[in-house]
């Protein structure tokens, strides 16, 4: 009974939640309360991943109105493991959060917070599970709103500028998807994305059809950061509350990613096949720029948070460049890689509010010495950022190998060697943060040890721990998302 | 000539688009910019809602006449909604200029801007 | 004890001696009895297997399956039995030598310096019982992240410069070159196990990928690659004779051993051009590297660019691939381990007793320190490849495999690259022992500490040993080349 209605659910019971938060009125019990309908909404993602692997296709008509008319939520290989990403990530993050945000967020506000939090991730479970063109619009302005309002939070008066740049660039880009879903709408008379599919493929390309793919990609690139349209990115990420750049960086633009794999290949690959998209000549330059422009620009950053928002930028680079390459391997690596970005980031991010808890706003160099003081989180850290370079017997190698592998297929070998190169500008950036954690001398050479409170570095380390699992054994992962990247090929052939 | 002037519908969203987009991107006022991005999405709700019309067809409101026409209801819902989302923005967007005001005393982005440079 | 677990055990005993040694860091006599057992007892376990493996018999055991056919996993096998035979002993020697050499330098840090040295141990393990390509490669990258600590061991800005240039050439070349490499050969063969007669035998494939390999693979220091292992003479004494001479540049020519036996197959690899080329790039290192070390006035950088020059002889009998040049690149393994091992002991007992690195400085040290330089002289002859050391076998087998391969121009290059290194050494113990001493030296004979000495006598000695007794060596490698 309940797991019929599962697809609806994962997304209801946040969306009901921030409300509940609003009549709460204090932080402890928002905080539950959050934690208990991100855990519900993990096993409910589970529950619905293991069920498409199994049985198929999910679909689920809101309301009872039958799709194409009535709202789908779709539920397919891809989507659902998405929805895992995004609800495991937040069941990590929520227990973090209750120290974190009290040192962050004053207290009159921290009910608010939480009720924006929920609000985010309903929006972003609702992108992932609705099957609707113009549904996904309007979560997706969900999500982006009720973060606007959680970076704007952060303790730094420049946390409002980064959230008003975010809100403007964010909005244009959500208003570039939606001219570009009116155009197919214009064309098809449908906002169902299967139905798009089907319905334009006899209609063959016109320009209409190609003006809307243009503002699609155009506007999802803004969402995803897509280097040059990354302006955003970094000062949201290095402003807002440690628990949002984790939170943030961990799905929100994993979930836009997601709507380019969506439109991409569910409805103009679906449509004209995938010959007909501007893979090779578009998407895998720029995800190329982007990968190694923003890995450069991560180098020269002082601040630890920017750097890792900058190295987010380059990772975005990777997922597009795996889009790009258009065949099986390419696609699982940017699939898995999707979800082993999101762990690997998430550990980073919590490690770095680790520091913050202790020690503020942390710059690179103030990290001098930080590996004797603060040895568990540090360890966190080092682990989050091998695998973030993609050491093997890390998460991070998994995706790459599949990178490679799929570029080594396609026979594009500057690309392959491209891809492995840019890994190396990871390591410089990361080596400049672990020399300056373990080799520089401490300013105060005999503090004592001053380590994170186990509320935080718990969850820090579950996301550590997992970016070790998910290294060695790879197959579950790899497993679900070769079974998503067949089902895109599949769609698009 | 003709062809052009007929969609005159089109066009109109079209300059409406450019200049809401002008507007945010070079006006250095942030509620201009606020502005501009309104006038950027009213031109996306214009697009939407003229390609609803359907010729000699009325409002999607139930008449009481058999032979009505109507025009095509389903993109003036999408954009009520889209409006709200408008509305939510606008007032986030505000909300948000608001603090900036307290926190650095303008709302002028290139003041904002110096103010910010030292504390790199 | 089975000889999988024997082989398991092999790899997690440095790495648990690692741990202890960290625990027992504020005892330092614990901490290096701890090393020693730890030594002792890795060696014990890699003999113990080599009945096993001289029987003909390849135990293997799985780690761990990171994907369907993308595993962790290690196995005995001739080429990787002596590599890793060479390596523990000679840990031993060296854990004898730090002991002596540390402690009459007072060098800080100790504990860390301890704890790597058996990391690094624990990552050549890895590379020399790797099962397949994967294995190989994660251990090839945590010897060198694990021997970073070591170069940059005095924490000055220069060993940090050289600590960079480490790093950037050893990881940059794996990184951007041998996972390609790696991956591509996924993509031929649909899987990256070590096979006896080749992986890819019998299977089309681009030349591209043997230059992938060979310069994917920076320890082996091919030119113009080779930067980082004068850079790495930084370290102190024994991190550069353990780990610059023996297992950090091993391990790459080691590995460059194994693709070109196991991956390539000695049929596919000479019908290879770029083998050829690359063969003619390997010689070009050995001549090059040769005359810039007789330029060198450092002790310890001429001693590496001696180690770039004969590392080459290795890569050469790889891309050459007879059966002769195989076994001779093998046995050079052994043979030029122990010569080069010898003369960096030499090279760091001379710095502790005398406070002398330059080789203008080295005026009638033969007379102060006359075993060390008479065990200088020894080794020197064995990488020359006189008897009566084992240097001499190793070469033998080398120009065999040339003649059978009708090269004969490597053949020259080969005798002059001897030459050259004749060169270069000689001429060390000769002003050591001929001149007389220079102003200001202690008269009288003063010895390296007594744990040096022992040490540096008995590689010494293990180089005559291995010329008098090469058959059991030879033996087991000769089942590397002659599979059915």
Redesign the interface.
């Known amino acids: 009974m309940i797991s019929e209605h599962l697809p609806a659910l994962v997304v209801v019971l946040p969306l009901l939640g921030a409300p509940l938060c609003l009549v709460l009125r204090r932080g402890a019990p928002a905080w539950g309360l959050t934690l208990a309908v991100s855990w519900l909404c993990c096993a409910g993602a589970i529950a619905l991943l293991d069920g498409v692997l199994s049985e198929g296709v999910v679909s689920y008509a809101l309301g009872g109105w039958t799709p194409p008319w009535g709202i789908e939520y779709r539920i397919d290989p891809l989507n659902a493991l998405l929805l895992v990403i995004v609800s495991a990530t937040t069941a990590v993050i929520a227990p973090y959060a209750r120290r974190s945000v009290a040192s962050e967020v004053p207290a009159e506000r921290r009910h608010l917070f939480y009720a924006a939090m929920l609000l985010s991730l309903a929006g972003l479970l609702g992108i992932a599970a609705t099957g609707d063109a113009?549904n996904a619009?309007?979560f997706l302005?969900i999500s982006s709103?009720s973060s606007?309002?959680l970076i704007?939070l952060g303790p730094?008066?420049?946390a409002?500028?980064a959230?008003?740049r975010y809100?403007?660039l964010g909005?244009?880009g959500a208003?570039f998807i939606?001219?570009g879903v009116?155009l197919l709408?214009?064309v098809t008379g449908t906002?169902n994305i299967v139905d798009l599919g089907a319905r334009l493929a006899p209609l063959g390309t016109n320009r209409t059809v190609s003006v809307g793919l243009a503002f699609i990609s155009v506007g999802i690139a803004l969402k995803v950061a897509l280097f040059p349209l990354h302006a955003w990115l970094p000062n949201a990420y290095a402003y807002a509350p440690s628990v949002v750049s984790a939170f943030l960086a961990a799905n929100a633009t994993k979930v836009a990613l997601y709507l380019l794999f969506r439109f991409y290949f569910g409805v103009f690959g679906a449509a004209y096949g995938l010959e007909a998209l501007p893979l090779e000549t578009i998407l895998l330059p720029l995800g190329l720029i982007a990968a190694f422009v923003a890995s450069v620009v991560a180098l020269f950053q002082?601040d630890l948070k920017r750097l890792l928002a900058y190295s987010s930028v380059a990772q975005v680079g990777y997922v597009v460049l795996g889009v790009g390459l258009a065949n099986q391997a390419g696609l699982t690596g940017a699939i898995v890689h999707l979800f082993n970005h999101a762990i690997t980031k998430g550990a980073l991010f919590l490690a770095v509010g680790c520091l913050a808890y202790r020690g503020g706003r942390m710059t690179v160099a103030g990290l001098a010495g930080l590996g004797r003081r603060m040895p568990l989180t540090m360890a966190a850290f080092v682990v989050g950022a091998l695998s973030l370079i993609g050491?093997?017997?890390t998460a991070g190698f998994?995706s790459k190998?599949y990178l490679?592998?799929g570029a080594?297929?396609a026979g594009l070998w500057p690309v392959?060697?491209a891809i492995?190169?840019s890994?190396?500008l990871a390591?410089a950036y990361v080596?400049r943060v672990l020399?300056a954690a373990y080799?520089r001398p401490a300013p105060e050479p005999n503090a004592p040890r001053n380590e994170t409170p186990a509320s935080l570095l718990v969850p820090t380390w579950l996301l550590a721990g997992a970016c070790i699992y998910f290294?060695?054994?790879?197959?579950r992962t790899?497993g679900a998302a070769s079974e998503a990247a067949a089902f895109l090929m599949n769609l698009a052939r | 000539m003709r062809s052009v002037l007929d969609h005159y519908n089109y066009w109109i969203a079209i300059i409406l688009m450019v200049v809401g987009l002008y507007t945010v991107v070079a006006r250095g006022n942030l509620i201009k910019r606020v502005i501009g991005l309104n006038v950027f999405q009213t031109s996306v709700f214009l697009l939407y809602i003229s390609m609803g019309v359907v010729t000699g067809g009325t409002a999607p409101i139930v008449i009481d006449d058999p032979d009505a026409v109507y025009s095509n209801p389903l993109p003036h819902v999408l954009i009520l909604t889209a409006i709200v989302v408008g509305v939510a923005t606008t007032a986030l967007g505000l909300a948000l200029i608001v603090r900036i005001r307290e926190a650095y005393g303008t709302i002028e982005d290139d003041e904002i801007s110096q103010l910010e440079e030292p504390e790199r | 004890m089975s000889a999988e677990t024997t082989l398991w055990l092999a790899l997690a005993l440095p790495f648990a001696g690692a741990l202890l040694i960290g625990l027992a860091g504020r005892w330092p006599n614990l901490r290096e009895a701890i090393t020693l057992a730890t030594a002792a007892g890795l060696f014990v376990l890699v003999v113990s297997l080599l009945p096993t493996v001289r029987a003909g018999a390849r135990p293997a055991v799985t780690l761990l399956e990171v994907l369907p056919g993308l595993r962790l996993g290690l196995a005995a096998e001739p080429l990787g039995t002596v590599f890793a035979l060479v390596a523990s002993f000679l840990w031993i020697m060296t854990s004898l030598y730090s002991i002596g050499y540390m402690r009459a330098n007072a060098e800080h840090h100790q504990t860390r310096f301890y704890a790597c040295f058996a990391v690094s141990l624990g990552a050549a393990m890895g590379v020399a019982l790797a099962a397949d390509l994967l294995t190989l490669f994660v251990f090839y990258e945590i010897l060198t992240i694990s021997t970073y600590p070591l170069v940059v061991h005095a924490g000055t800005a220069e060993a940090r410069a050289a600590g960079r240039t480490y790093l950037g050439y050893l990881l940059g070349t794996s990184i951007t070159l041998l996972l390609v490499a790696i991956g591509w050969t996924w993509t031929l063969a649909g899987r990256l196990d070590f096979v006896p007669g080749g992986l890819l035998a019998g299977a089309p494939f681009p030349d591209g990928l043997l230059v992938l390999y060979v310069l994917g693979v920076g320890k082996a220091a091919i030119m113009p690659l080779h930067r980082w292992l004068p850079a790495a003479m930084v370290a102190p004494a024994p991190v550069s004779a353990l780990l610059h001479a023996v297992a950090v540049v091993k391990a790459g020519v080691f590995t460059i051993l194994k693709v070109a036996v196991h991956v390539f197959g000695l049929d596919l690899l000479p019908a290879l051009e770029t083998g050829e080329a690359l063969a003619w790039l390997a010689a070009a290192t050995m001549l090059i590297a040769g005359g810039v070390a007789l330029t060198q006035d450092d002790l310890k950088r001429r001693l590496a660019y001696s180690t770039v020059s004969q590392l080459s002889y290795i890569v050469m009998a790889a891309l050459v691939a007879t059966p002769a040049s195989v076994l001779g690149g093998g046995l050079h393994i052994a043979a030029h381990a122990f010569g080069k091992i010898t003369l960096f002991f030499c090279a760091g007992s001379i710095y502790t007793v005398a406070r002398r690195a330059r080789v203008s400085e080295m005026d009638g040290i033969g007379r102060r320190m006359p075993i060390t330089m008479a065990a200088f002289l020894l080794a020197s002859l064995g990488i020359i490849g006189l008897p009566p050391l084992a240097g001499m076998w190793s070469k033998w087998f080398l120009a065999q495999g040339l003649v059978q391969a009708g090269s004969y121009g490597l053949l020259a290059v080969l005798l002059g690259g001897s030459l050259l290194s004749a060169g270069y050494l000689l001429p060390v113990a000769a002003r050591a022992f001929r001149k007389p001493r220079d102003e200001g030296g202690a008269s009288g004979v003063s010895e390296a500490p007594a744990l040096c000495l022992a040490a540096t006598i008995v590689a010494a000695a293990g180089g005559i040993v291995l010329f008098l007794f090469p058959d059991p060596l030879i033996g087991l490698l000769r089942q590397l080349v002659a599979h059915p």
């Open positions: 113009f619009f309007v302005e709103l606007y309002i704007s730094s008066p420049r409002l500028t959230a008003f809100l403007v909005t244009i208003t939606l001219i009116g709408y214009m906002l002082i050491i093997p017997a998994i190998w490679v592998i080594i297929e392959a060697i492995v190169a890994s190396l390591v080596w020399e080799l290294g060695i054994d790879g197959s790899v």
